[in-house]
Protein backbone atom coordinates (compact mmCIF):
# COMPACT_ATOMS: atom_id res chain seq x y z
CA UNK A 1 0.00 0.00 0.00
CA UNK A 2 1.14 3.31 -1.03
CA UNK A 3 1.67 5.66 1.97
CA UNK A 4 -0.53 8.46 -0.11
CA UNK A 5 -2.70 7.67 -2.58
CA UNK A 6 -4.15 9.69 -5.13
CA UNK A 7 -6.17 8.96 -7.68
CA UNK A 8 -3.44 10.36 -10.91
CA UNK A 9 -6.79 11.07 -13.46
CA UNK A 10 -6.75 13.29 -15.36
CA UNK A 11 -9.39 14.92 -13.93
CA UNK A 12 -11.93 17.06 -16.05
CA UNK A 13 -14.30 19.95 -15.15
CA UNK A 14 -15.68 22.34 -17.30
CA UNK A 15 -15.16 26.22 -15.90
CA UNK A 16 -16.96 27.50 -13.47
CA UNK A 17 -17.56 23.79 -11.79
CA UNK A 18 -16.15 22.51 -8.70
CA UNK A 19 -13.82 20.58 -8.95
CA UNK A 20 -12.96 17.71 -5.89
CA UNK A 21 -9.54 16.57 -5.44
CA UNK A 22 -9.54 13.21 -3.12
CA UNK A 23 -6.39 11.79 -1.04
CA UNK A 24 -6.00 9.18 1.55
CA UNK A 25 -3.01 7.77 3.79
CA UNK A 26 -1.92 5.29 5.47
CA UNK A 27 -0.50 6.81 8.37
CA UNK A 28 -2.53 7.67 11.47
CA UNK A 29 -0.62 9.51 13.34
CA UNK A 30 0.17 11.84 10.61
CA UNK A 31 -0.57 15.59 11.25
CA UNK A 32 -0.28 17.48 8.96
CA UNK A 33 -1.29 17.99 5.31
CA UNK A 34 -1.04 19.99 2.24
CA UNK A 35 -1.63 20.09 -1.11
CA UNK A 36 0.96 21.33 -3.63
CA UNK A 37 -0.08 22.43 -6.98
CA UNK A 38 2.12 21.57 -9.95
CA UNK A 39 2.59 23.76 -13.57
CA UNK A 40 3.32 21.47 -16.14
CA UNK A 41 7.49 21.62 -16.51
CA UNK A 42 7.57 23.79 -13.19
CA UNK A 43 8.27 23.05 -9.92
CA UNK A 44 5.43 22.40 -6.69
CA UNK A 45 4.25 25.33 -5.09
CA UNK A 46 2.38 25.15 -1.68
CA UNK A 47 -1.30 26.31 -1.53
CA UNK A 48 -3.15 25.15 1.25
CA UNK A 49 -2.34 23.30 4.42
CA UNK A 50 -4.47 21.80 6.77
CA UNK A 51 -3.93 20.32 10.28
CA UNK A 52 -7.44 19.79 12.37
CA UNK A 53 -10.36 17.88 11.41
CA UNK A 54 -12.92 20.30 9.17
CA UNK A 55 -12.55 22.32 6.15
CA UNK A 56 -10.07 25.20 6.05
CA UNK A 57 -11.13 27.78 3.41
CA UNK A 58 -8.68 30.21 1.40
CA UNK A 59 -10.21 31.87 -1.48
CA UNK A 60 -11.86 29.56 -3.78
CA UNK A 61 -10.19 26.65 -2.42
CA UNK A 62 -10.96 25.18 0.46
CA UNK A 63 -9.07 21.77 2.07
CA UNK A 64 -10.95 18.84 3.56
CA UNK A 65 -9.45 16.90 6.60
CA UNK A 66 -11.05 13.68 8.01
CA UNK A 67 -8.22 11.75 10.08
CA UNK A 68 -10.73 9.07 11.66
CA UNK A 69 -11.06 8.15 7.45
CA UNK A 70 -7.42 9.01 6.91
CA UNK A 71 -8.56 11.09 4.21
CA UNK A 72 -7.45 14.73 2.45
CA UNK A 73 -9.72 16.29 -0.47
CA UNK A 74 -8.99 19.63 -1.65
CA UNK A 75 -11.86 21.47 -3.26
CA UNK A 76 -11.63 24.38 -6.02
CA UNK A 77 -14.84 26.96 -6.82
CA UNK A 78 -15.47 28.47 -10.12
CA UNK A 79 -12.61 26.77 -11.72
CA UNK A 80 -10.29 28.68 -14.23
CA UNK A 81 -8.43 27.02 -17.20
CA UNK A 82 -5.60 28.75 -14.76
CA UNK A 83 -6.00 25.48 -12.32
CA UNK A 84 -5.43 23.09 -15.14
CA UNK A 85 -1.85 21.64 -13.37
CA UNK A 86 -1.28 18.68 -11.42
CA UNK A 87 -2.51 19.03 -7.89
CA UNK A 88 -0.01 17.05 -5.09
CA UNK A 89 -1.75 15.67 -1.26
CA UNK A 90 1.76 15.74 1.06
CA UNK A 91 1.61 14.15 4.49
CA UNK A 92 4.61 15.06 6.53
CA UNK A 93 5.70 11.64 8.08
CA UNK A 94 8.60 10.71 10.37
CA UNK A 95 9.00 11.27 14.04
CA UNK A 96 10.79 14.17 16.19
CA UNK A 97 12.54 16.79 14.18
CA UNK A 98 13.30 14.86 10.66
CA UNK A 99 10.16 14.94 9.43
CA UNK A 100 10.11 14.83 5.70
CA UNK A 101 6.99 15.20 2.99
CA UNK A 102 5.36 12.22 1.49
CA UNK A 103 3.77 12.68 -1.48
CA UNK A 104 1.01 11.05 -3.49
CA UNK A 105 1.14 10.89 -7.24
CA UNK A 106 -0.66 13.56 -7.88
CA UNK A 107 -4.12 13.87 -9.68
CA UNK A 108 -3.76 16.16 -13.31
CA UNK A 109 -6.85 18.55 -13.37
CA UNK A 110 -8.24 20.27 -16.44
CA UNK A 111 -10.79 22.79 -17.00
CA UNK A 112 -12.21 23.23 -19.66
CA UNK A 113 -13.30 26.40 -21.32
CA UNK B 1 16.48 37.19 -7.68
CA UNK B 2 15.60 33.38 -8.20
CA UNK B 3 15.28 31.84 -4.15
CA UNK B 4 16.46 28.35 -5.15
CA UNK B 5 18.51 27.87 -7.80
CA UNK B 6 19.41 24.47 -9.96
CA UNK B 7 22.16 24.00 -12.38
CA UNK B 8 22.19 22.85 -14.86
CA UNK B 9 18.13 22.41 -16.31
CA UNK B 10 18.41 19.97 -18.50
CA UNK B 11 21.10 17.57 -18.91
CA UNK B 12 21.59 14.26 -21.17
CA UNK B 13 24.19 12.23 -20.35
CA UNK B 14 24.99 8.15 -21.09
CA UNK B 15 25.01 5.57 -19.09
CA UNK B 16 28.08 4.86 -16.99
CA UNK B 17 28.64 8.55 -16.90
CA UNK B 18 29.42 10.23 -13.42
CA UNK B 19 27.19 14.36 -13.41
CA UNK B 20 26.80 16.39 -10.74
CA UNK B 21 23.39 18.53 -10.13
CA UNK B 22 24.53 21.99 -7.97
CA UNK B 23 21.96 23.83 -6.21
CA UNK B 24 21.99 27.15 -4.27
CA UNK B 25 19.49 28.99 -2.23
CA UNK B 26 19.95 32.68 -0.94
CA UNK B 27 17.07 32.54 0.89
CA UNK B 28 18.87 32.05 4.49
CA UNK B 29 17.47 28.80 5.12
CA UNK B 30 19.40 26.14 6.82
CA UNK B 31 17.85 22.95 5.58
CA UNK B 32 18.00 21.63 2.21
CA UNK B 33 16.46 18.46 0.72
CA UNK B 34 17.11 16.64 -2.99
CA UNK B 35 13.71 15.30 -4.58
CA UNK B 36 13.66 13.00 -7.64
CA UNK B 37 10.38 12.83 -9.70
CA UNK B 38 9.73 10.14 -11.82
CA UNK B 39 7.84 9.67 -15.14
CA UNK B 40 4.70 9.19 -12.80
CA UNK B 41 4.94 12.66 -11.60
CA UNK B 42 5.76 10.79 -7.94
CA UNK B 43 7.88 13.15 -5.89
CA UNK B 44 10.25 11.30 -3.46
CA UNK B 45 13.09 12.43 -0.77
CA UNK B 46 15.86 11.44 -1.16
CA UNK B 47 18.42 13.72 0.55
CA UNK B 48 17.52 16.61 3.38
CA UNK B 49 20.32 18.30 5.63
CA UNK B 50 20.10 20.69 8.24
CA UNK B 51 23.29 23.39 8.76
CA UNK B 52 24.87 20.87 6.77
CA UNK B 53 24.44 17.91 8.70
CA UNK B 54 22.50 14.74 6.86
CA UNK B 55 19.07 14.34 8.50
CA UNK B 56 16.94 12.37 6.51
CA UNK B 57 18.85 9.63 4.20
CA UNK B 58 16.27 7.65 2.01
CA UNK B 59 16.61 3.95 0.26
CA UNK B 60 18.81 5.37 -2.52
CA UNK B 61 21.39 3.32 -4.22
CA UNK B 62 25.08 4.53 -2.75
CA UNK B 63 25.44 5.80 -6.32
CA UNK B 64 24.04 8.99 -5.33
CA UNK B 65 26.09 11.12 -2.84
CA UNK B 66 24.94 14.14 -1.79
CA UNK B 67 27.63 16.95 -0.29
CA UNK B 68 26.72 20.58 1.31
CA UNK B 69 29.65 23.03 1.70
CA UNK B 70 27.48 25.21 3.78
CA UNK B 71 23.88 25.47 4.42
CA UNK B 72 23.29 27.84 1.14
CA UNK B 73 24.36 25.22 -1.06
CA UNK B 74 23.07 21.04 -1.49
CA UNK B 75 25.34 19.20 -4.51
CA UNK B 76 24.27 16.14 -5.77
CA UNK B 77 26.46 13.81 -7.47
CA UNK B 78 25.59 10.79 -9.18
CA UNK B 79 27.99 7.95 -10.37
CA UNK B 80 27.63 5.60 -12.76
CA UNK B 81 24.51 6.84 -14.43
CA UNK B 82 21.68 4.18 -15.30
CA UNK B 83 18.57 4.55 -17.50
CA UNK B 84 16.39 4.52 -14.50
CA UNK B 85 17.99 7.57 -12.89
CA UNK B 86 16.24 9.44 -15.53
CA UNK B 87 13.88 11.86 -13.98
CA UNK B 88 13.46 15.31 -12.85
CA UNK B 89 15.46 16.64 -9.43
CA UNK B 90 14.46 18.81 -7.34
CA UNK B 91 16.40 20.91 -4.94
CA UNK B 92 14.37 22.71 -2.25
CA UNK B 93 15.16 24.23 1.13
CA UNK B 94 13.14 25.39 4.09
CA UNK B 95 13.43 27.02 7.34
CA UNK B 96 14.27 24.14 10.27
CA UNK B 97 12.71 20.87 9.43
CA UNK B 98 8.83 21.58 10.91
CA UNK B 99 6.86 22.26 7.81
CA UNK B 100 3.66 24.25 8.67
CA UNK B 101 2.02 26.80 6.47
CA UNK B 102 4.40 29.80 7.43
CA UNK B 103 7.39 27.44 7.36
CA UNK B 104 6.72 25.92 3.75
CA UNK B 105 9.30 23.99 1.44
CA UNK B 106 10.96 25.79 -1.43
CA UNK B 107 11.34 24.32 -4.96
CA UNK B 108 13.98 25.14 -7.54
CA UNK B 109 13.00 24.89 -10.99
CA UNK B 110 14.13 21.17 -11.00
CA UNK B 111 16.75 19.61 -12.91
CA UNK B 112 15.65 17.39 -15.98
CA UNK B 113 18.09 14.43 -16.26
CA UNK B 114 17.81 11.90 -19.35
CA UNK B 115 20.37 8.97 -19.19
CA UNK B 116 20.48 7.40 -22.78
Known amino acids: QKEVEQNSGPLSVPEGAIASLNCTYS??????FFWYRQYSGKSPELIMS????GDKEDGRFTAQLNKASQYVSLLIRDSQPSDSATYLC?????????????FGQGTTLQVKP | DTAVSQTPKYLVTQMGNDKSIKCEQN?????MYWYKQDSKKFLKIMFS???????INETVPNRFSPKSPDKAHLNLHINSLELGDSAVYFC???????????????FGEGSWLTVV
Open chain 2, 92 to 106: ASSQGVTITSGNTIY
Open chain 1, 27 to 32: DRGSQS
Open chain 1, 50 to 53: IYSN
Open chain 1, 90 to 102: AVKGGSGNTGKLI
Open chain 2, 27 to 31: LGHDT
Open chain 2, 49 to 55: YNNKELI
